[in-house]
């Protein structure tokens, strides 16, 4: 079993549609928890960071994170067109970061 | 926020030269920095972790002397591909992590074709 899996997708949603995103783990010592967007040929972006269980939200994103059944969860409301990207959960204990593969979202207009 | 740079953005090289990347932490210090590989449609590969002022910790199956790692100072480290080969063509991402954060700061990247 991978540290980290992550559905790769692709995921195709109408504008305005609400989004989840999902990464499962089997390494209880996680503790830090990421979400990072990627677009085309970019650097990825930091999008949400949480520390332990519990919910963050950011404007649209809000981000859960369920240690006991070792999930996370990122949820993007009325999704739009320019948030059509890769995003890559990711998450650490004390050892560096192990990313997810990964889900490539497309929001249509 | 925390910035990071890198520099080229691309670069297009011969066969059998060497090729030097930097990342800077435009904003920080970054006492850890992070080079990755990745190749289309798939995740980061962690290609090697440096500290500054010591040398890198390669990951398995990383040729520590064909990707030369230097962390000099708390706001830069460079990647050097050696006797750079087509199969070495790939987008090459460096982060930055300061003392007591947790999270990594991604450069833009660099994207390297070697022909």
């Known amino acids: 079993q991978k540290e980290v899996e992550q559905d790769p997708g692709p995921l195709s949603v109408p504008e305005g549609a609400i989004v989840s995103l999902n990464c499962t783990y089997s390494?209880?010592?996680?503790?830090?928890f990421m979400w990072y967007r990627q677009y085309s040929r970019k650097g990825p972006e930091l999008l949400m960071y949480?520390?332990?269980?519990g919910n963050k939200e950011d404007g649209r994103f809000t981000a859960q994170v369920d240690k006991s059944s070792k999930y996370i969860s990122l949820f993007i409301r009325d999704s739009q067109p320019s948030d059509s990207a890769t995003y890559l959960c990711a998450m650490s204990g004390d050892t560096p970061l192990v990313f997810g593969k990964g889900t490539r979202l497309s929001v249509i207009a | 926020g925390a910035v990071v740079s890198q520099h080229p953005s691309r670069v297009i090289c011969k066969s059998g030269t060497s090729v030097k990347i930097e990342c800077r932490s435009l904003d920080f210090q970054a006492t850890t920095m992070f080079w990755y590989r990745q190749f289309p449609k798939q995740s980061l590969m962690l290609m090697a972790t440096s500290n500054e002022g010591s040398k890198a910790t390669y990951e398995q199956g990383v040729e520590k002397d064909k990707f030369l790692i230097n962390h000099a100072s708390l706001t830069l480290s460079t990647l050097t591909v050696t006797s750079a080969h087509p199969e070495d063509s790939s987008f090459y991402i460096c982060?930055?992590?300061?003392?007591?954060?947790?999270?990594?700061?991604f450069g833009p990247g660099t994207r390297l074709l070697v022909l």
């Open positions: 390494n209880s010592a996680f503790q830090y």
């Open positions: 949480t520390y332990s269980s």
């Open positions: 982060s930055a992590q300061g003392s007591g954060r947790e999270t990594q700061y």
